[in-house]
């Protein structure tokens, strides 16, 4: 289960859409309630099929002529340079996305996994060259039910945009939000041991995607209309979460910084 940041140092990506409100929230939602039922809206990616409920594992079929010729690509650079050459990380990029195109996820993942490592040794820890990989991996693990693996891949996108940008420049804006997406969808779909530890990183996360837009030239800004309509929801799980052993007791999140800037 992806780590809940701290409301100082949050911790997200690409730019895809954050999760929709839902039209009219249930009094009660939260993650031991029956009323905590993901709404009827586009979510970052989670399906109800659980982990490790696919079929049972067959036999791989044989290399369609694209994925052998980046198979024999990876081949022959290997041969040249060795393990970590650093040709080798398109090459495996290319063949994860044919067998991401082929529905052959498993394979996918494992190509994927192991560009991401070619990048890493060549170029750092946080180099650009690495987001493609990373969304193409949560692509995959989606696929797979891998939740651990999507939010590390979220995670790490995460951490690649703020080294490279910083804690407060709008470019972080699309990781902010891709990240607070992924919490909220985790939540909903009750991922983990402690699903509330989402709902709270989403928030943290909201928080600081608003101080950067607060501090934007002002101006009709949707996207801040957005975010604190998002963060609204957010807001509103907190408040109507109900914790196992409470015995009903609600959980009080306390004031927003809206509440408390008003």
Known sequence: TPATPAVSEPIVSG???AVPPPTTPTAGAG???ASNQPPTTQTAGISATPAGSQPPAEDPPPPTPGQQR???????LEAEGGAYDAGLAEQLLGLGASYQAAGRHTEAAGALSRAAHIVRVNEGLYSISDLPILERLIESYS???????VGSSYQQMFQIHR???????????????????????AYLADVGENPINHLE??????????????????????????TLRESAIVDYYLASYVPADSGGTSFS??????????
Do not use: C, K
């Open 70 to 76: 980046f198979l024999d690509a990876v081949q022959s």
């Open 201 to 226: 990183a989403a928030r943290n996360l909201y928080e600081s995607s608003l101080g950067i837009l607060r501090g934007a030239p002002a101006g009709p800004n949707r996207r801040l209309e957005e």
């Open 163 to 185: 080294r490279n940008y910083g804690d407060n420049d709008v470019r972080m804006l699309p990781a902010l939000q891709r990240l607070s997406a992924w919490h909220l969808s």
């Open 253 to 262: 999140a306390g004031p927003s910084s809206r509440e408390q800037a008003g």
């Open 143 to 149: 696929a797979l039910g891998e939740w651990d693996g």
């Open 15 to 17: 730019a895809a859409a």
């Open 31 to 33: 993650a031991t309630t």
